[in-house]
T-cell receptor, first 108, second 115 residues
């Protein structure tokens, strides 16, 4: 059974304080790893898709990386508007298996 | 805005009742997925349809069923509702169902409250 573990469960940063979120996974036949951002009561918002170990994607203050066992979401100089729950998911057999997420709070 | 629409936004009903949730995928997307999100379980995959055919099943209860219509919109039917069915239900869509998983884009969700 596919498993996704995200750490930490919660992270509190000061504005401008860079950090990384971790997503460890076990999956039989990885067909993609996805990062989403979710605000309270809203649908997950797509951030990145990674398919191969060594792949990296960047968007504004966010950068996602992938190895054979884990993925990292690096947040550089975060702003309060980056506060949200960040979800990682792995794809196999036509479904996504999600981790429980990391709740990020960025204080001004 | 992901382009995926879901109705209704909120639904309040009683135990034992039946409800139908509706989803319209992004223009051109053939795959539709349904997920349930509760506080303790996180996002759980329920079922996937591709161009009208059921493609994959996850943790979907026998009281729940879904279908995808010729115009590609999908409905999730929940019957004999229990208090524990209270959750956010999300629909997602993607363009295809090939060997690489294409990005799934999520709708705004339907919040179901069973009293």
């Amino acid at each position: 059974e596919d498993q996704v573990t995200q750490s930490p469960e919660a992270l509190r940063l000061q504005e401008g304080e860079s950090s990384s979120l971790n997503c460890s996974y076990t999956v039989s036949g990885l067909r993609g790893l996805f990062w989403y951002r979710q605000d309270p009561g809203k649908g997950p918002e797509f951030l990145f898709t990674l398919y191969s170990a060594g792949e990296e994607k960047e968007k504004e203050r966010l950068k996602a990386t992938l190895t054979k066992k884990e993925s990292f979401l690096h947040i550089t100089a975060p702003k309060p508007e980056d506060s949200a729950t960040y979800l990682c998911a792995v794809a196999s057999n036509y479904k996504l298996t999600f981790g429980k997420g990391t709740l990020l709070t960025v204080n001004p | 805005d992901s382009g995926v629409t879901q109705t209704p936004k909120h639904l309040i009903t009683a135990t034992g009742q039946r409800v139908t949730l509706r989803c319209s995928p992004r223009s051109g997307d053939l795959s539709v997925y349904w997920y349930q999100q509760s506080l303790d379980q996180g996002l759980q995959f329920l079922i996937q349809y591709y161009n009208g055919e059921e493609r994959a099943k996850g943790n979907i209860l026998e009281r729940f069923s879904a279908q995808q219509f010729p115009d590609l919109h999908s409905e999730l039917n929940l019957s004999s509702l229990e208090l524990g069915d209270s959750a956010l239900y999300f629909c997602a869509s993607s363009s295809s169902a090939g060997p690489r998983q294409e990005t799934q884009y999520f709708g705004p969700g339907t919040r179901l409250l069973v009293l």
